[in-house]
Nanobody
Framework: QVQLVESGGGLVQAGGSLRLSCAAS????????MGWFRQAPGKEREFVAA????????YYTDSVKGRFTISRDNAKNMVYLQMNSLKPEDTAVYYC?????????????WGQGTQVTVSS
């Protein structure tokens, strides 16, 4: 079982940047697809980005393409989400997720979430 802990959230002005980190511990991490999801108040959790273990395949929801970049460091058991040109609509709790399936659905392991607030 993989345990996930997110960090890096905070308050930022529109147009600013944040980098979220997800630390994975437990069993072997490198075979997992890693994803980032977010949930805004009153909305369902939605897929943001995912990366396969090889880091050669990445996936993004349309609204973040060109602004967000997902990456991973298997040696350090870390996954990152670099978020640039942030918009108020990016405000949400961001969750890291892991699974052997993915990339957009089917995750069974989740972190506790980190709050991202973008002010206008």
């Amino acid at each position: 079982q993989v345990q996930l802990v997110e960090s890096g959230g905070g308050l930022v002005q529109a147009g600013g940047s944040l980098r979220l980190s997800c630390a994975a511990s437990g069993r072997s991490f490198s075979n997992y697809v890693m994803g980032w999801f977010r949930q805004a108040p009153g909305k369902e959790r939605e897929f943001v980005a995912a990366i396969r273990w090889s880091a050669l395949d990445t996936y993004y929801t349309d609204s973040v393409k060109g602004r967000f970049t997902i990456s991973r460091d298997n040696a350090k058991n870390m996954v990152y989400l670099q978020m640039n040109s942030l918009k108020p609509e990016d405000t949400a709790v961001y969750y890291c997720a892991a699974d052997t399936a993915g990339p957009r659905t089917g995750y069974h392991t989740w972190g506790q979430g980190t709050q991202v607030t973008v002010s206008s």
